[in-house]
């Protein structure tokens, strides 16, 4: 669902890049003091590395919808809400848009607010909380965990799909028709949904039956022993690697859901770039920061993950809480 800048109009890009900047101010001074207040401020670190560093990698991994013709993948976000809690896990998803945007020009610069608002903030800010997390109790059974995953997959994706739509109308600078497009982005993002919702039931639930107190709404206030967060967190590490290093390679190659709406809409899923300033500079930008663009280079799921640990590494550091001395 990563939208390019052929889609934004520089109107919406600065409106959509100041609300996000404004929730990850937000998201970031939140992730501090909540993890000090819990007494997991050690742990939330190394954590939110090693979960944007699997998001990035499983977001690789294009899989197919069977009867389309197109393709979906993981966006992650109600993942890491329950792994993290909503502000965290915002946080480390608007960290790997911006390094696949930057590293590997994966989604538009200008579309970049856009992006993080609906992939991020939709479902991390929106579809966890009002969805996910009224299904889900310290009590809850596998069953509610699955069925609560499902429906806050599916409601983060539409709701995603729809604002896309809005703003590329928004935005003015196509020639695609609202409805039209409408009329396919919701039913291919609604089955995107139901594959995210099944596989993240079957993560989740895999958490709560071994490591019950990594889930953010199952977990207690006394932190977790070192050796077992240590070993939980090279096993999410190792899974990345060999996510974003081998699995990537076997994606399948049809349009997302995106590019395949836009084919259906306009007949070709290539649209032209806007030509005016705006969209030349960020183009411009966007080449020289994008080291590997497309993915091309089978160290991308690597090298990508590692930048995720590094970038959610900064971030915490950044914000976490000073003791006062005594």
């Not at 070993?231 to 399948?252: D, E, K, N, Y």
């Amino acid at each position: 669902m990563h939208m390019s800048d052929a889609l934004v109009s520089p109107a919406v890009a600065a409106a959509a890049g100041a609300a996000s900047l404004a929730l990850l101010c937000v998201a970031v001074r939140r992730t501090g003091r909540s993890a000090a207040a819990r007494g997991d401020e050690p742990h939330i670190v190394p954590l939110m590395g090693v979960m944007g560093a699997f998001v990035f990698a499983a977001q690789m991994v294009n899989f197919a919808i069977p009867g389309t013709g197109s393709s979906g993948h993981l966006v992650g976000g109600i993942l890491l809400a329950a792994m993290l809690g909503p502000w965290a896990a915002f946080a480390t998803l608007a960290s790997v848009l911006v390094l696949q945007c930057l590293l590997f020009a994966d989604g538009g610069l200008l579309a970049l607010g856009c992006n993080i608002l609906n992939m991020a903030a939709l479902s991390c800010l929106a579809a966890y909380p009002l969805v996910f997390r009224p299904l889900v109790s310290r009590s809850a059974t596998n069953g509610r965990i699955a069925a609560a995953s499902v429906a806050a997959s599916v409601a983060a994706l539409v709701l995603g799909a729809a604002a896309v739509t809005l703003e590329t109308e928004a935005s003015g600078i196509t020639a695609l028709p609202a409805g039209r497009f409408l009329l396919f982005m919701l039913p291919i993002h609604l089955l995107i949904g139901l594959c995210e919702g099944a596989a993240t039931a079957a993560l989740l639930c895999t958490v709560k039956r071994h490591r019950p107190r990594l889930l953010a709404d199952l977990r207690r206030d006394e932190p977790q022993g070192r050796a077992r967060i240590g070993t939980t967190i090279a096993a999410i590490a190792a899974a990345a690697l060999l996510i974003g290093g081998v699995c990537a390679r076997f994606a399948s190659d049809a349009p997302d859901g995106l590019e395949w709406s836009i084919e259906r809409t306009a007949g070709d899923r290539a649209l032209r770039p806007a030509t005016d300033g705006a969209h030349r500079r960020a183009a411009e930008m966007q080449t020289h920061t994008a080291l590997m663009p497309g993915y091309e280079t089978s160290l991308a799921g690597i090298v990508g993950s590692g930048a995720i640990v590094a970038t959610a590494f900064g971030i915490t550091c950044l914000v976490r809480p000073r003791r006062k001395r005594s």
